[in-house]
């Protein structure tokens, strides 16, 4: 390395661990990846996953540490609690909790609750949000966040003024395993977003979202009756519950309402190419923030909020 750590930076999933050394100038000097998420770390320990990581790049013992993700959940390390809609960004930075330990300062971020007639909450997206944010729009703006449990989230200036999430990835995986579509779907390969019955099928389910769960059905009956085939079958699987999530997001009169800004999409690999193909298909502005840099650059502006002059 050229330079020595700032800081080191963690997106701590439920299944996955995400680590960068960063220096003063928000260079990456070192990345570690795992699938050591919050379920290994509640049976290894959160402390024995974090140092080994940190000694594998050979980090300083006393470099301070900012983590967001679940790490702060109930069953994480240390609970970092929620900071309620409308939650400001920089306001969440300040609630960040503290992990007691000997050499260094360690810090989680807590996630953003909604409360009311819509409850929901958010871990580790809202580090995504503040470094995907566009500083100059002061306006409404509208993220699209894909993944196991996607979220649209509504951003006014700084300030997050509400969100829902779906369980487009959780339940794409829990009914082509475990339901009667997964016999439909055995042996698919992989498509991308210009396959067409993906894209027929985002079309009709925005078009008619209440009609989601029987499009779900057609995976099966047009397989039984039109010969499609397992890629086909997983295709209208995906943009079915792509497109019915789409519909949902742009629910609550967004879709009708002139936002100050283009939908954000801040995703990465496959899922932004999926989403790209839907958003193209029915025709919605938007541009693309690569997720991981989203998070890097999130957790940069907390540890330089918490840390001071150290980060």
Not at 82 to 95: C, H, M, Q
Not at 288 to 293: G, H, R, S, V, Y
Request: with cysteine; net charge negative.
């Amino acid at each position: 390395m050229t330079s020595l750590p700032a800081y080191a930076a963690v997106d701590w999933g439920t299944s996955s661990f995400r680590l960068w050394l960063i220096d003063a100038e928000g260079t990456v000097l070192g990345e570690r990846r795992s699938g050591e998420g919050m379920t290994t770390a509640a049976r290894t320990g959160f402390s024995d996953i974090l140092e080994n990581h940190l000694a594998a790049l050979s980090a300083p013992k006393n470099l301070p540490v900012i983590i967001c993700g679940m790490a702060g959940a109930r069953q994480g390390w240390v609970e970092a609690g929620y900071v309620d809609v409308p939650a400001a960004l920089p306001k969440v930075l300040t609630a960040a909790a503290i992990v007691p330990d000997p050499n260094r300062d360690i810090r989680i971020l807590p996630g953003i609750a909604q409360r009311g007639v819509a409850p929901d909450v958010m871990r580790g997206e809202e580090t995504q949000l503040l470094g995907a944010r566009d500083e100059s729009v002061t306006g409404e703006q509208l993220f699209c966040m894909p993944g196991t449990h996607s979220k649209w989230v509504r951003l006014s200036g700084d300030t997050v003024t509400g969100f829902a999430s779906f369980m487009t990835g959780e339940l794409f995986d829990v009914i082509s395993k475990n339901s009667i579509l997964q016999h439909a779907l055995t042996d698919a390969e992989t498509f991308d977003g210009s396959h067409p019955v993906f894209l027929a099928a985002i079309k009709a389910v925005f078009a008619q979202p209440a009609r989601a769960t029987n499009l779900v059905f057609t995976v099966r009956s047009g397989q039984l009756l039109d010969g499609l085939d397992a890629t086909g079958a997983a295709a209208r699987l995906s943009g079915t519950l792509i497109g019915a999530e789409i519909a949902g997001g742009m629910a609550d009169g967004w879709q009708r309402k002139k936002l100050d800004a283009p939908i954000r999409l801040i995703a990465s690999g496959h899922l932004q190419a999926l989403y790209e193909a839907a958003f193209d298909a029915l025709n919605l502005p938007y541009n693309t923030i690569d997720a991981d840099e989203a998070v890097r650059r999130g957790l940069s502006q907390a540890a330089s909020s918490v840390f001071g002059n150290r980060a």
